[in-house]
Structure formats: structure tokens, C-alpha cells
């Protein structure tokens, strides 16, 4: 299997554009996450879809962002407009089975590197 | 204030020495997992402990959790440079609705 695959790798953006990042989970896995990881605050759960469907968006940190999960084999998140404070590296994570449990796996993808200028 | 904490944040030992990083907090897990992130990639599960005092050992890496299941440790036996990585905790606790949070980490150099 081909993993987690997420585009770009590399995104570097002015203040104001639009960006879009995408994700491909593991086929077959039911859970899809969106993390942000910065210096300052770590790795932070911005989203999560299960079977296509927004679970918890609680952590999306304002309507600038957006999330779309059309089907099970594709996710994107937006944000728009972009801001200097939204740099930092994305990253998609997809997992098997009932989350919650406490014992589940996460698959990370490699993350987009966002840079807003 | 971060609900994991972690130490030493930084470290840089020599290669085939031992060493021990801390994650704890003052919140109840029901789980606690350790992920390794090289650079450039994104984290890698190494393992995940749901008991309390519970003990997994992983070729070279020891890992605990421990018996209130608030804190839990990594111990590398003889660190190669390819143990070289941040290393993150993560816990799942019921208010936090069971969602894994992670620890900010503690970056490993081992040097040969």
C-alpha cells in the first residue's frame, strides 16, 4: 500500500490567496484526521471525518478554514484567506476502525509544508 | 499550558549510550501511544499501552505506563543514529472525548 499520500509537499503562498491541500487515505480505512504541527503549539487535531462525514471540527481555529471529505478516497482542506500565523505543517492521518477506543493506529501522510508570506 | 508534557525537550547523546524520555501529565489516560517523526516525514506509531504499569518492550525500546496512568516513559537501550528523531507521546482521555492529544516532544540526536 502507498500510504497516506498528500500534495504539495511544499506550499508557499502570499497573505490573502487561497490554498488548498489534499489528502488520500489508506484505502479501506474509515477515519480521516487534518493536524496542524507548529514549534510553538505542537501537533494539534484540527478535524475529523468518519465514512466521509465531519465528526469533530473543534479544533478548525477559525472560518478561514474549511474541510471536504466527497468520498472515501479523497479530503481536501482549505484555507481561505490565507494569513502569515497559518504557517506550519499539515498533515493527514487515516485509521481502521472504531475511533475512540483508545487503541487505535494512526498512518500519518509526510505533510505540507504551508508557507504564507 | 499543554495538557502532556514532556522532557527533556531536547537531547544529544552519544551513540551505544542508554537514555530515558518522560511524558506526563496531570490528567487520567485510557491509553497512551509514542510515535517517532524523522524529519520531513510524518509521525510513525511505535507503540500503544492501555494498562496501568503496563510494560512493552520494542527490540532496543522499553516503553512504561504508568500505574495511575498519568505518565509514561521511553527507555533506549545502546542508541543508534538511526534512533535519531522527535519523539511524541500522545494520551486519549474521556474529557477529551477520547480524541488523541500529543505532547509537544522531546528532539533526539544520537550521535556516532
Known amino acids: 500500500d502507498a500510504g497516506v499520500i498528500q500534495s504539495p509537499r511544499h506550499e508557499v503562498t502570499e497573505m490573502g490567496q487561497e490554498v488548498t491541500l489534499r489528502c488520500k487515505p489508506i484505502?479501506?480505512?474509515?477515519?480521516l484526521f487534518w493536524y496542524r504541527q507548529t514549534m510553538m503549539r505542537g501537533l494539534e487535531l484540527l478535524i475529523y471525518?468518519?465514512?466521509?462525514?465531519?465528526?469533530?471540527d473543534s479544533g478548525m481555529p477559525e472560518d478561514r478554514f474549511s474541510a471536504k471529505m466527497p468520498n472515501a478516497s479523497f479530503s481536501t482542506l482549505k484555507i481561505q484567506p490565507s494569513e502569515p500565523r497559518d504557517s506550519a505543517v499539515y498533515f493527514c492521518?487515516?485509521?481502521?476502525?472504531?475511533?475512540?477506543?483508545?487503541?487505535?493506529?494512526?498512518?500519518f501522510g509526510s505533510g505540507t509544508q504551508l508557507s504564507v508570506l | 499550558t499543554q495538557l502532556l508534557e514532556q522532557s527533556p525537550q531536547f537531547l544529544s547523546i552519544q551513540e551505544g549510550e542508554n537514555l530515558t524520555v518522560y511524558c506526563n501529565s496531570s490528567?487520567?489516560?485510557?491509553?497512551l501511544q509514542w510515535y517517532r517523526q524523522e524529519p520531513g516525514e510524518g509521525p510513525v506509531l511505535l507503540v500503544t499501552?492501555?494498562?496501568?504499569?503496563e510494560v512493552k518492550k520494542l527490540k532496543r525500546l522499553t516503553f512504561q505506563f504508568g500505574d495511575a496512568r498519568k505518565d509514561s516513559s521511553l527507555h533506549i537501550t545502546a542508541a543508534q543514529p538511526g534512533d535519531t528523531g522527535l519523539y511524541l507521546c500522545?494520551?486519549?482521555?474521556?474529557?477529551?472525548?477520547?480524541?488523541?492529544?500529543f505532547g509537544p516532544g522531546t528532539r533526539l540526536s544520537v550521535l556516532p
Open positions: 492521518a487515516s485509521s481502521l476502525g472504531k475511533y475512540g477506543t483508545g487503541n487505535e493506529k494512526l498512518f
Open positions: 484505502s479501506g480505512h474509515d477515519y
Open positions: 490528567s487520567v489516560f485510557s491509553s
Open positions: 499501552v492501555v494498562t496501568g504499569g
Open positions: 500522545a494520551g486519549a482521555a474521556m474529557n477529551y472525548g477520547q480524541n488523541f492529544v
Open positions: 471525518f468518519n465514512n466521509n462525514v465531519p465528526i469533530d
